[in-house]
């Protein structure tokens, strides 16, 4: 009886305290990300610096929601584990060209139907779960932790289009924070080791300000506080063929968003099911329908924060839900939001190797629970879908003669290693498979921290 009292670690409250920093950690590393889109959305609609300015604010004001309603649900909303919410990259490709061709109405007109068929399909789309053994997803984890890793590279580097990209200081600057963050978690434990990434970016704040890597120009004239008004771009406009690209790249939201719940349900050793499945696509629907009534865009799973919670072995959704709570913060008071934009990409390239890393890794143990003996087959799934997966990293042109309607899916390493492990694996081995297997999701649950030997 007593142990079934016991809450799991998902569901665990921790101190005040800790909710923040754990929950700042994880803003840290997912805002450079958060507001990438929409400042390439504003420029590419020619929007003023104020406008632009309150793109972002309005983008941090619905990620923070969007987080909420992932981590602690409400009805059958959200998938209640420790999942950040931020805008996918997926779509930013058809909304620079609605961008272009009929200004920001269209774009927000055009995510709020999709996100409404996003939340129609979910609990037909979450029937797919069946497709994803561990063959699947532990190569689908490996994609996508392998396809993040330029990521963190470019920022070690200084970030892509800086001038001084591949300059020492910025590279020995990220070596600091990386190897602080390896320091700590040898030489400390319990919850110093658990915010190493944290005292990290701190480390190599401290570090970067001398050299003049930190710019706070924009603290001083950005505002205290500001209101996300509804459809402050104007009333949405809805243009079929706007309409039908956002829901195509929404249905590749889904697929990436499955594979990033599975990722991170493996990590914190809790079986995601069908019946979890639709209720995560169901908040990424709303997210997405929210998005677009507040000025803001499609929401996904941030896979870089799955790199996190294995990294630091903290499985507690609340860490993440007070993530959501820093992010409203950050929309409602922009001049936080200027503060944390002040953290140079050099720093955050530092941690950004050690958390995109661990994804790669955390895939790879998943797939040494597979037998490859047995079932020789097994083999040919990882190694295609790996190799097609890994297409659009190191060859970014291979598919540029593909017709525009194909161009979002071909582009997404992540969407072609899921649709082709999941097809492989229903030729080889049928589709009568479990999601994750207990043994596997038993085995996880029992673990603090995702070990790279």
């Not at 797939?367 to 990293?393: Q, R, T």
């Not at 694996?425 to 009568?432: P, V």
Request: charged share 10%; glycine share 12%; aromatic share 8%.
């Amino acid at each position: 009886m007593e142990n079934a009292k016991v809450k799991h670690p998902v569901d665990e409250l921790l101190p005040a305290g800790k909710l923040f920093l754990y929950g700042l950690q994880h803003v840290l590393a997912m805002y450079a990300g958060a507001v990438a889109v929409p400042l390439i959305i504003a420029a590419a609609a020619g929007l003023t610096k104020s406008e632009t300015a309150f793109l972002i604010n309005a983008d941090l004001f619905t990620c923070g929601i969007a987080t909420l309603l992932q981590t602690l649900g409400i009805w059958k909303l959200g998938i209640r584990l420790p999942v950040i919410q931020g805008v996918t990259f997926a779509a930013v490709t058809p909304m620079v060209m609605m961008a272009k061709a009929g200004g920001m109405q269209t774009i927000f007109g055009a995510v709020i139907i999709a996100g409404l068929v996003t939340f129609l399909i979910a609990p037909f789309f979450s029937k797919l779960i069946r497709f994803f053994p561990p063959v699947v997803t532990g190569s689908v984890i490996t994609v996508i932790g392998v396809s993040l890793l330029p990521v963190g590279v470019n920022w070690a580097a200084g970030g892509v289009g800086n001038k001084q990209y591949g300059s020492l200081t910025y590279i020995v600057v990220a070596a600091i924070v990386l190897v602080s963050i390896l320091l700590i978690n040898k030489y400390f434990k319990g919850f110093i080791a658990n915010i190493a990434v944290l005292l990290g970016l701190v480390v190599g704040m401290i570090i970067a300000m001398p050299l003049g890597l930190v710019d706070f120009s924009g603290v001083g004239s950005a505002v205290w506080m500001g209101i996300d008004t509804p459809f402050h771009f104007g009333k949405p406009q809805f243009e079929v063929g706007a309409i039908i690209s956002m829901i195509l790249v929404m249905l590749v939201v889904m697929v990436e968003s499955t594979g990033d719940f599975l990722a991170i349900g493996e990590m914190v050793g809790k079986k995601v099911g069908e019946e979890d499945l639709t209720r995560g696509l169901r908040a990424d629907g709303l997210a997405t329908m929210l998005g677009g009534v507040f000025n803001a865009f499609p929401y996904t799973a941030f896979a870089q924060n799955v790199g996190l919670v294995g990294l630091t072995g903290v499985k507690s959704r609340f860490v993440v839900a007070t993530s959501g709570l820093i992010l409203v913060v950050m929309g409602l008071f922009p001049k936080v939001a200027t503060v944390i934009a002040s953290l140079p990409n050099a720093v955050l390239g530092g941690a950004g190797i050690a958390m995109f890393g661990i994804v790669a890794a955390s895939g790879i143990r998943t797939l040494s629970k597979v037998d490859f003996d047995k079932n020789p087959h097994n083999l040919f799934i990882v190694a295609i879908s790996i190799g097609v997966g890994l297409i659009p990293l190191v060859a970014p042109d291979f598919f540029k003669m593909f017709p525009n309607w194909s161009q979002t899916i071909v582009h997404s390493g992540i969407t072609l290693g899921s649709l082709t492990a999941i097809i492989l694996n229903a030729f080889f081995n049928g589709s009568g498979t479990k999601g994750l297997g207990d043994d596997v999701s038993k085995e996880l649950s029992g673990n603090s921290k995702i070990d790279v030997a």
